[in-house]
């Protein structure tokens, strides 16, 4: 007994629920199980005691789920975008939320970035010319456009949205913004409505949170004031834009092109946009890096200790 040895009691480890399944490898989990008790989806039935859930991927939270969880205080978030967790009701419920996104932020900006020189200087289309044998049989593949100078509305100045700014302000680039709230510390231009925005930039990247009120906040009208010359990246979610109309402003021509990490109907990507070359697509692959994930891991482990030692959260939302 502690009394008697000196030694401090071990404390009982806190109790996670884990979500989803989980793309964790084995040092992660072991991790994990050095510090906490762990139960999973199919032990829900025997986690009505449990506070804190950790989710490792966007299987949804729904109501239903939380409803299972009557002692649920907080959720940790894995990833950037938690629009796969039922944020109303955990605030009707008072559940914190934390998500993963100041562990991803530069990746996803270096990202945007990628995407967008690659639609202006058009890097794979150029590539694929090449490997097909057109070059220099058939000439010079036609040339792309400087992003220096370019005027770039940033739809969502959050962690991510502040690293795209921070890199593309490098490259020259003025910088716009549009989000739910002016920034009072931020000096680039605030425009409260996103029309209004697409019209004073020669490209709009996407990098908000999805919610009923961003839902296809890109739609004709914002792509119609963007106009002919315009580039649309999207490094959030393929619901922030109206799919249908870009895919039809993209084949007509009203818009110059788009790079997409993010689709409305994933992994279903719209079969005319396998055809267009002014179209860069990738699959989901924004956060990927072996860096992220281990940063990911972390602050995953900060705010689950955090919660456990009632301190609050790293990454609240
Ligand atoms: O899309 C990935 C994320 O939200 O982390």
């Avoid at 419920?93 to 990746?107: H, K, L, M, P, W």
């Avoid at 209004?196 to 961003?214: F, G, K, M, Q, R």
């Avoid at 860096?291 to 609050?312: G, H, T, V």
Wanted: glycine letters at 8%; proline letters at 5%.
């Amino acid at each position: 007994m502690a009394a008697i040895t000196g030694e401090a009691e071990a404390e009982a480890p806190g109790v996670v629920f884990v979500h989803g399944s989980p793309p964790f490898g084995l040092p992660f989990k072991d991790r994990l199980l050095s510090r906490f008790q762990l139960i999973h989806t199919s032990e829900l039935a025997e986690s009505s005691h449990v506070k804190v859930m950790l989710c490792m991927d966007h299987t949804p939270v729904t109501s239903q789920t939380l409803h299972k969880l009557p002692s649920l205080e907080c959720i940790v978030a894995s990833s950037a975008g938690v629009d796969h967790i039922d944020l109303p009701t955990c605030r009707l419920r008072g559940i914190a939320v934390s998500n993963g996104s100041q562990a991803f932020s530069e990746d996803v900006a270096d990202y945007a970035v990628a995407l967008l020189m690659d639609v202006l200087r058009k890097i794979s289309a150029g590539d694929r010319y090449l490997r097909s044998g057109l070059w220099p049989a058939k000439g010079d593949y036609p040339l792309g456009w400087k992003l220096g100078g370019k005027r770039v509305g940033i739809v969502g100045l959050g962690n991510i949205g502040s690293e795209v700014a921070k890199r593309l302000v490098a490259f020259g680039c003025g910088i716009a913004y549009n989000s739910r709230k002016k920034r009072p510390s931020v000096s680039f231009p605030y425009y409260a409505d996103v029309c209004d925005l697409a019209a004073n930039s020669d490209i709009l990247v996407i990098c908000c949170a999805l919610t009923s009120e961003t839902h296809h906040i890109i739609n004709k009208d914002v792509m119609t004031a963007l106009g002919k010359e315009g580039v649309i990246i999207n490094v959030g979610r393929g619901s922030l834009i109206n799919e249908k109309e870009l895919v039809q402003f993209l084949v007509e021509g009203q818009i110059r092109g788009a790079g997409l990490d993010v689709f409305e109907n994933e992994p279903i990507v719209p079969r005319e946009l396998l055809e267009l070359d002014n179209v860069v697509l990738s699959p989901h692959n924004a956060v990927v890096t072996p860096e992220a994930f281990e940063a990911m891991q972390e602050l995953a482990i900060a705010n689950l200790e955090a919660f456990f030692s009632n301190k609050p959260l790293l990454s609240p939302i």
